[in-house]
């Protein structure tokens, strides 16, 4: 019964987030909004509606360990996972709005989830504070696109009369988020029997299992975008994912929670800090060459592979977690780190010297990305 549970739960999940994803994306055209709005805005919270039915179901029926673990393994996945995997399939190249714009906020929300968390708990007031910037950014990007529709730098597609009707849209929503809160439901329910069968804490569930599952709309939409050669689309989709889940679906969750989420001492150690360091290594590997190569995605995996070892290790006090730990600690993290300092600064002195060239013969400069 607990088997059938979570696979039905992922099916809704995934068949909700379909159907939410397709009829946002036509209401959104039928009321012209521009595709930068529609992919950073209408499908990165369509993609995050899974996490949203599931964290808020979570911390309203007495499992926070799986509303914060999902919340968090979302972002680690989403970046290690699921960007890794789109950039094995194809190179993904990034917008300079990302790199200038969507990433920076990335990092300052994760830090920020991180700093209001110190106290062990995301509490009401820690929601609303989430919120509200994820509210600053969407106006930001609402602000940024009508000027440069105004500029002509970008275009606005007209609806297509042959697009479904609008009843029609609204009810792919309904349907969508219908099938989202039976499918979170049974997700829940069936991973926080397995923890407990398991002796498995709920964090460590919801940090796995559950984070897989919900982040399963976002693997589908930047596997796919790369697969068609929309490779910027793979990219924003992940960096706008992970704004909502930190703006919306945590924050959510801590408004709406009786009493907060609690913050366990091993997701301040480990997991909240593990996922700052991902957003912060998401900035260096996209301005290098403004492209995430297969390697970098094979770096990015191989990375996730670590993390969740590490966490199974852990859950079970096997003796290879210390050797492991070392390991890491001491030779893969530093060469990592090191690895991605000198690439961004070797392209950082690639992109001076260009332009000092450039303007020393009187040259015109490159479009940015």
């Known amino acids: 019964m607990t088997v059938l549970l979570i696979l039905g739960g992922l099916i809704a999940l995934v068949a909700g987030g379909e ?3 397709r009829g946002a994306s036509a209401l959104a055209r039928h009321f012209g909004m521009s595709p930068l709005i529609v992919g950073l805005t209408v499908v990165s919270a369509a993609t995050s509606a899974p996490e949203l039915a599931v964290t808020v179901d979570a911390s309203l029926t007495g499992s926070p360990g799986i509303a914060l673990g999902n919340v968090v393994g979302s972002n680690i996945i ?9 950039a094995i399939v194809l190179p993904l190249a990034v917008s300079s709005q990302l790199v200038k714009a ?4 990335l990092i300052v929300m994760s830090g920020l989830t991180l700093a209001v968390a110190l106290d062990g708990v995301i509490s009401r007031l820690d929601g609303v504070l989430l919120l509200v910037l994820l509210m600053g ?17 970008v275009q606005v597609p007209e609806a297509d009369p042959a697009d479904r009707p609008v009843a029609w849209n609204v009810g792919f929503v309904v349907v969508g988020v ?16 397995i923890a407990q069968s398991l002796g498995l804490s709920d964090l460590v569930i919801g940090l796995t299992v559950v984070a897989v599952g919900t982040s399963l709309p976002e693997l589908a939409t930047s596997v796919t975008a790369a697969i068609r050669g929309e490779r910027e689309m793979a990219v924003g989709n992940v960096a706008g ?12 969750a801590g408004i709406l929670a009786p009493e907060g989420v609690p913050v366990s001492s091993g997701a301040l150690e480990l997991d909240l800090p593990f996922m700052v360091a991902v957003a912060l290594a998401l900035l260096p590997l996209a ?6 190569s297969r390697f970098e995605g094979v770096v990015l995996v191989a990375y996730y592979v670590a993390y969740t070892a590490y966490l199974l290790l852990d859950a079970a006090g096997h003796d290879a977690l210390e050797p492991f730990s070392s390991v890491m600690l001491l030779f893969v993290v530093p060469l990592t780190a090191l690895w991605l300092v000198f690439f961004a600064s070797f392209e950082l002195g690639v992109r001076r010297g260009r332009r000092q060239v450039k303007e020393e013969f009187d040259l015109p400069l490159d479009p940015e990305p």
Not at 102 to 105: F, I, K, N, Q
Not at 178 to 193: F, I, M, P, S
Not at 287 to 292: K, L, Q
């Open 241 to 252: 994912s992970n704004i909502f889940n930190l703006g919306l679906v945590l924050a959510a």
């Open 78 to 86: 989403n970046v290690l996972l699921i960007l890794g995997a789109s």
């Open 137 to 153: 950014y969407l106006l930001i990007l609402v602000r940024i696109t009508r000027r440069r529709k105004r500029d002509g730098a």
């Open 287 to 292: 301005f290098t060459g403004f492209e995430i």
């Open 178 to 193: 219908a099938l989202l809160v039976l499918g979170a439901r049974g997700l829940v329910l069936g991973a926080t029997d």
């Open 102 to 105: 969507d990433v920076p906020v």
């Open 19 to 21: 159907v939410l994803v």
